[in-house]
């Protein structure tokens, strides 16, 4: 089983930067491929980054390339999401997610609030 907390979010101008954090609960975090979603009100949930267990691969959604980065740190259990550049359509709840096998997550976190004002 793996816990996930996500930390970090908050309210923001559109162009300030949020850093998120999701911290994992599990003895081989190093094992598991993470990835960050977002659900807005009234959408369904989307993909924003994932990383592989290693950190050597990274892919985005169109929407965050360019602006947003996630990283790790597996000494830590921790994965990030340095957000840049925020737009007001990025406002949403954002998820964190672990999965033994690429692009299929089995255990979420709760959520964190972010909101970008015009």
């Known amino acids: 089983q793996v816990q996930l907390v996500e930390s970090g979010g908050g309210l923001v101008q559109a162009g300030g930067s949020l850093r998120l954090s999701c911290a994992a609960s599990?003895?081989?975090?190093?094992?598991?491929?993470m990835g960050w979603f977002r659900q807005a009100p009234g959408k369904e949930r989307e993909f924003v980054a994932r990383?592989?267990?290693?950190?050597?691969?990274?892919y985005y959604s169109d929407s965050a390339k360019g602006r947003f980065t996630i990283s790790r740190d597996n000494a830590k259990k921790m994965v990030y999401l340095q957000m840049n550049s925020l737009k007001p359509e990025d406002t949403a709840v954002y998820y964190c997610?672990?999965?033994?096998?690429?692009?299929?997550?089995?255990?979420w976190g709760q959520g964190t609030q972010v909101t970008v004002s015009s």
């Open positions: 599990v003895r081989t975090f190093s094992s598991y491929h």
């Open positions: 997610a672990a999965g033994i096998r690429l692009q299929k997550y089995d255990f």
């Open positions: 990383i592989n267990w290693s950190g050597s691969s990274t």
